[in-house]
């Protein structure tokens, strides 16, 4: 499978993840993901010796790890959009009704150079509140898949380690790692979809992001 084979070259050491430096729910999602790292490499430390924890659960527990980075970075962003959230909708749908009040007050007789100045103004912070608000959208969708791939992930480890206690004479059961691979490659692909719609000439240059769809 190519999102298990694939390796991406990295210049610089990975994030210190610590979740009581972001809110809920994130911080829950951040340690949700970490619990099941740790319940994974206890497993594998805790197996017998042989094909089981050299080779499938190394390779699992490296995957496993980028997977909760990604995890991390994802909170951190959807942090970071929730700051922006609600209250900023707020402050900005009452400035367009103010706008939207000082050009009907204008009247008919008002100065053209002023009724259109006005114009200018509400279509400007209606812009912003349209942005505002795909930006709530995009926090509540980002909160929905992370809460989804972070409960599977947990699903996932359980019943690999149920494989694990499970070995027969020293011999790992085929595909006892695939729950926890898959797992981490659509975390991966959501990784990489907020990658993409945060790049200067992605959707973020002119508002919130729009997330990749659900693999």
Same mark, same amino acid.
């Given at each position: 499978?190519?999102?298990?084979?694939?390796?991406?070259? &990295?210049?610089?050491?990975?994030?210190?993840?610590?979740?009581?430096?972001?809110?809920?729910?994130?911080?829950?999602?951040?340690?949700?993901?970490? $619990?099941?790292?740790?319940?994974?490499?206890?497993?594998?430390?805790?197996?017998?010796?042989?094909?089981?924890?050299?080779?499938? $659960?190394?390779?699992?527990?490296? &995957?496993?790890?980028?997977?909760?980075?990604?995890?991390?970075?994802?909170?951190?962003?959807?942090?970071?959009?929730?700051?922006?959230?609600?209250?900023?909708?707020?402050?900005?749908?009452?400035?367009?009704?103010?706008?939207?009040?000082?050009?009907?007050?204008?009247?008919?007789?008002?100065?053209?150079?002023?009724?259109?100045?006005? $114009?200018?103004?509400?279509?400007?912070?209606?812009?912003?509140?349209?942005?505002?608000?795909?930006?709530?959208?995009?926090?509540?969708?980002?909160?929905?898949?992370?809460?989804?791939?972070?409960?599977?992930?947990?699903?996932?480890?359980?019943?690999?380690?149920?494989?694990?206690?499970?070995?027969?004479?020293?011999?790992?059961?085929?595909?006892?790692?695939?729950?926890?691979?898959?797992?981490?490659?659509?975390?991966?692909?959501?990784?990489?979809?907020?990658?993409?719609?945060?790049?200067?000439? $992605?959707?973020?240059?002119?508002?919130?992001?729009?997330?990749?769809?659900?693999?």
């Amino acid at each position: 499978m190519l999102g298990r084979s694939r390796r991406r070259a &990295r210049s610089e050491e990975p994030a210190a993840i610590d979740p009581w430096a972001v809110p809920e729910p994130w911080r829950g999602f951040v340690r949700q993901a970490l $619990g099941a790292q740790r319940r994974f490499a206890q497993a594998i430390a805790s197996g017998p010796p042989g094909l089981l924890g050299e080779r499938l $659960g190394a390779d699992t527990l490296s &995957r496993l790890a980028e997977g909760v980075q990604h995890v991390w970075s994802a909170a951190r962003q959807g942090a970071v959009l929730t700051g922006a959230g609600p209250s900023r909708t707020a402050q900005l749908s009452e400035d367009l009704h103010r706008a939207q009040a000082q050009r009907l007050g204008l009247g008919p007789g008002a100065p053209p150079a002023q009724a259109e100045a006005a $114009g200018r103004e509400e279509e400007a912070v209606a812009a912003q509140l349209r942005a505002a608000r795909r930006g709530e959208a995009a926090v509540e969708e980002l909160t929905t898949r992370l809460r989804l791939l972070t409960a599977r992930l947990d699903e996932a480890v359980t019943s690999a380690v149920s494989l694990n206690l499970a070995e027969q004479d020293g011999v790992a059961l085929a595909g006892w790692t695939d729950p926890v691979m898959s797992v981490v490659d659509d975390i991966d692909a959501l990784h990489q979809g907020l990658i993409e719609v945060g790049r200067p000439e $992605g959707p973020l240059a002119g508002g919130p992001p729009s997330l990749p769809p659900t693999p």
